[in-house]
């Protein structure tokens, strides 16, 4: 009643987690096309007050940035006109006085400047490092939750340029293209409003280039947004190539491939040069080209406006402040290719993380949650079918019933299925087909950290961090004592030589371990296992890297941490699994014999057969 109570219960979870998908994939389709821009603001929503007191900063500072040349223009109108100048028209006659007022505006003004400068430069790159930081966090953690095919179709490089050079791509931006905006946006609104108001006449003259200027950077951003895509996408390339080739130097080396290797490189690099090439020829054409719009309007002013001030419609402080602020106004657009430049690149790269972060979680995560002291470890595959992205059934409707706190071995030929079990089990894919129970519970229902808690794996594939071999054997149970630890290097067979290293347990492995030998790293990684003390123990060929004494004495531990629990042992070396209380043969998805070591021996079949060869009798 239970069992059916749970697969009806799975049966609808499977539907909802199918309408869920579909859901993330019309949302991540409708974000995509999401402006990048807003994608980011959205994703900053947290830092709002933070952007907006950073903006107001970056106006006020332009603000006071402004205001020198409006001093000129007044100390010019104070020296042609002394006693009827604007400051004596205030009440203030003594020519004298008006130059002191003057100097200490100018004081005033400096200081507020440099201190919005300061405050605007403060909030702008702490802003840029904590988005920068947070982006990091989410993007590592959401890439974590992801199922293993996604880091099957995608490379570890490429995923390395999102996090590293894509996210620093817009902490630079950040950092100053913001504020450059901001300022460019207040100085054309400031000095365009001083403009008509002080010279109506010349205004629209000196405005005129504006508006292609504007035009032409708009264009230019949607030309140079695709070109920038492309190199954003090369520089993933080259970062796949670079890492893969790295972490296969050994190989390199052994088949002295190393010029081969370079020359692939070369062809990666070479790629991402003219990709950039092309986003140049196209960039460094901007300011060139918007100089010529400026030329206009300077000229224009120049001329103009000193006819206006021989003429006597404007007065010659007006015409100094004007010839000054036209230089304030246009000047600064020439920047504005740098900055979308800027601009370009980050939204590019906005786009590549938001894409990852968009990408939609298919393991559901399960909401029952297990103590881990409370399980009792029974395991059932009922009618199990798998396989693999475009590939063929792997698993086809498998049954494995493994009772609680025994050891079951799954011994078969490369490529039958007996990883695949683990990582089903795992829920590092999930099954297409038919359930996998624990203690009689779905495990897709069962919370996915809790399930995980439970099961401890000592892979063929060992993998250990840079870091010292004690931090590798506690690597998941964080809070083991040293004491603990030695007891389960001692039980893996690991104390002997761990202590004949040159620090003992704090000596560095290296990355991937590679200062250590292979027996060793295996022996790390079994101590890693018995640390955790799971209610479930996997040993995926936990042997292989072992030599024949070494073995023995692994293999009487391992007798030893097995009783009364559940263990799953995968093993081509037969002697490993003797004494297991089931032995199954698998072949191509499916078990073909099954029973103790003494009755498949007796079976006289395919167990019998692989016995004989690895024992010498044939």
């Known amino acids: 009643m239970l069992v059916n109570v749970v697969i009806s219960v799975s049966s609808r ?73 604007i400051i004596a028209q205030l009440g203030v006659k003594d020519i004298f006085g008006q130059f002191l007022i003057l ?93 008509f108001i002080l010279a109506p006449g010349v205004a629209w003259i000196a405005m005129l ?71 140049i020829q196209l960039s460094a ?67 590549r993380v938001m894409n990852l972060l968009d990408t939609p979680v298919a393991i559901h995560p399960g909401n029952l949650f297990l103590s881990v002291e409370k399980v009792r470890g029974e395991i059932k595959f ?14 086809k409707n498998l049954y494995l019933d493994i009772p609680a706190g025994k050891t079951i071995a799954i011994v078969g030929s490369t490529g039958s299925g007996k990883s695949t079990l683990v990582k089903l089990l795992l829920r590092f894919y999930e099954v297409q087909s038919g359930t996998i129970t624990l203690d009689g519970i779905n495990i897709q229902e069962l919370n996915l950290k809790d399930l995980r808690r439970c099961m401890g794996l000592v892979s063929q594939d ?32 690991a104390h002997e030589f761990i202590t004949c290293l040159p620090q003992g347990y704090e000596t560095i492995v290296g990355e991937r371990g590679q200062k250590l030998s292979g027996g060793q790293r295996q022996r790390i990684a079994i101590a890693r296992a018995i640390l955790k003390n799971p209610p479930i123990l996997i040993l995926d060929e936990a042997t292989s890297a072992v030599d024949n004494e070494t073995e023995a004495a692994i293999q009487r531990s391992l007798e030893r941490i097995t009783v009364n629990r559940t263990t799953i042992a995968i093993a081509h070396r037969l002697s490993t699994i003797r004494n297991a209380d089931r032995i199954y043969v698998m072949e191509y998805g499916q078990f073909v014999e099954s029973g103790t070591h003494e009755e498949l021996l007796a079976q006289n079949g395919v167990y019998a057969s692989l016995w004989r060869v690895q024992s010498g009798l044939r």
């Open 382 to 395: 009922q009618n199990v079918s798998f396989a693999y992205q475009n590939r063929q059934a792997l698993i």
């Open 13 to 85: 979870n499977c539907k909802r987690l199918f309408t869920v998908f579909k859901f993330d994939q019309m949302h991540k389709k409708r974000r995509s096309s999401v402006h990048p821009l807003k994608r980011l603001l959205d994703y900053g929503q947290q830092y709002r007050k933070q952007i907006w007191q950073a903006s107001i900063f970056s106006i006020l500072n332009k603000l006071f940035d402004l205001a020198p040349p409006g001093l000129i223009g007044i100390a010019v109108d104070v020296v042609v006109k002394q006693q009827d100048s």
């Open 462 to 493: 060992v993998f250990l961090f840079h870091g010292t071999v004690a931090e590798n054997i506690a690597y998941g149970t964080f809070d083991a004592t040293e004491e603990q630890i030695i007891v389960a290097a001692k039980i893996a067979e």
């Open 209 to 279: 280039p504006i508006p292609f200027i504007l035009w032409g950077t708009f264009a230019y951003q949607d030309v140079l947004a695709p070109r920038y895509a492309d190199v954003r996408e090369k520089v993933g390339l080259i970062n796949s190539r670079l890492a893969n080739n790295l972490g296969g130097i050994t190989t390199i080396k052994s088949f002295t491939a190393e010029d081969y290797e370079v020359s692939r490189l070369a062809k990666e690099s070479e790629a991402y040069r003219r990709s950039n090439a092309r986003a």
């Open 285 to 351: 054409a901007y300011i060139p080209l918007i100089r010529m719009l400026i030329l206009v309007g300077f000229a224009a002013l120049l001329f103009l406006g000193g006819l206006a001030a021989v003429n006597g419609k404007i007065s010659a402080g007006t015409y100094s402040v004007l010839a000054f602020l036209i230089q304030r106004l246009l000047w600064p657009l020439t920047r504005l290719g740098e900055t979308f430049d800027q601009y370009q690149r980050a939204m590019a790269s906005t786009n």
């Open 103 to 195: 100097s200490l505006l100018t004081v005033i003004i400096w200081i507020l400047e440099s201190l919005f400068e300061y405050a605007y430069a403060t909030l702008w790159r702490n802003l840029a490092q904590n988005i920068q930081h947070e982006l990091r966090l989410d993007a590592y953690q959401h890439l974590q939750d992801l199922e293993l095919a996604y880091f099957e179709e995608h490379s570890t490089g490429n995923l390395m340029s999102i996090l590293s050079d894509d996210i620093n791509q817009l902490e630079r931006f950040l950092d100053v293209g913001a504020n450059d905006i901001i300022q460019v946006i207040t100085t054309v609104a400031i000095i365009g409003g001083a403009f």
